[in-house]
């Protein structure tokens, strides 16, 4: 699509209709091949550059408002899994509004993964941990004088997220074979509550957020409401980030980890997590090829 709108008016007529054609064949391509993509979100430049880096064009990108789709493909035992990579920037709302026109492209979308980074919440959590949600919720959203949980939206569950057998399959396959690949790291996986909303959780508020939310491993911006829109299309979600800084440090921890290494560790796992699911989902000739791939 057009980067500006006021394009078209410095475009003479048989431009402006040629761009426009090019847009909607970019655009009807994408809805014919990826339909049962994986989606992969995240919401700045440095984090989906790691995800661009290992994985193949398919087409050109298109902008919409705020965001970037990268139609491309995963190859995985010669085999292609398509992926919708998604830039949303950073918000609740950036999330939201971008993941929801992913699912008007992958109509048939085969999960939806957000990646990228995360503050780290709990006192057991350090920075270059993996935390892969199993519920999430909202830091800011509190109801309770109505009789709601903290972080629980009127009318809406008090989390989000739950079992999901694909999921949990994809999950744990991906990290399985990520950690049969490679030496102790030194980085634990976790799995457990994600927390997300319109503020940071700093010094000066994380003990407040550790109350109300003793369980939760991982703070974002985003996370929370990319799952209530999969929860409203019943499509699977699951988020895999990377801690890159402690909410509140205990005396001695490293507090801080380089947004390009906790992002490249989120999308090797997220990248895993996606081919694992696709397959799951059946996307394949026969189940016996499907059995293996799932073991990739």
């Not at 799995?191 to 010094?203: E, K």
């Not at 947004?259 to 990248?271: D, I, P």
Request: charge should be negative.
């Amino acid at each position: 699509m057009s980067d500006s709108p006021f394009a078209a008016a410095q475009m003479n007529p048989d431009e402006v209709y040629t761009a426009m054609l090019a847009d909607l064949e970019n655009l009807n391509d994408l809805m014919l091949n990826f339909s049962n993509a994986v989606i992969i979100q995240v919401a700045m430049d440095e984090e989906i550059a790691p995800l661009l880096n290992a994985t193949a064009w398919a087409q050109e990108p298109i902008d919409e408002g705020a965001a970037v789709f990268h139609p491309r493909t995963l190859t995985v035992n010669q085999r292609e899994v398509p992926l919708l990579l998604v830039r949303s920037k950073i918000g609740l709302v950036n999330a939201a509004s971008a993941v929801t026109e992913a699912l008007s492209y992958a109509t048939d979308c085969s999960g939806v993964i957000s990646a990228g980074t995360a503050g780290g919440l709990a006192a057991t959590t350090n920075v270059g941990d993996v935390i892969v949600g199993t519920e999430y919720t909202y830091t800011d959203a509190d109801a309770s004088a109505f009789g709601y949980v903290r972080g629980q939206i009127p009318g809406m569950p008090e989390t989000y997220g739950g079992p999901d057998s694909d999921v949990d399959d994809a999950v744990a396959a991906a990290v399985e074979a990520l950690d049969a690949e490679q030496a102790e790291g030194g980085w634990q996986v976790c799995r457990g509550l994600m927390l997300a909303g319109h503020s940071f959780v700093t010094a000066h508020n994380v003990k407040d957020t550790r109350e109300a939310f003793p369980a939760a491993l991982s703070t974002d911006m985003e996370t929370t409401a990319i799952a209530q829109v999969c929860h409203n299309y019943e499509v699977p979600f699951v988020a895999v980030r990377c801690v890159s800084d402690l909410c509140g440090p205990a005396a001695g921890q490293d507090f801080h980890l380089g947004v390009e290494v906790a992002a490249a560790r989120s999308a090797q796992y997220a990248l895993r997590v996606a081919a694992h699911l696709w397959f799951l989902r059946g996307y394949t000739d026969d189940t016996e090829d499907t059995e293996q791939e799932s073991k990739a």
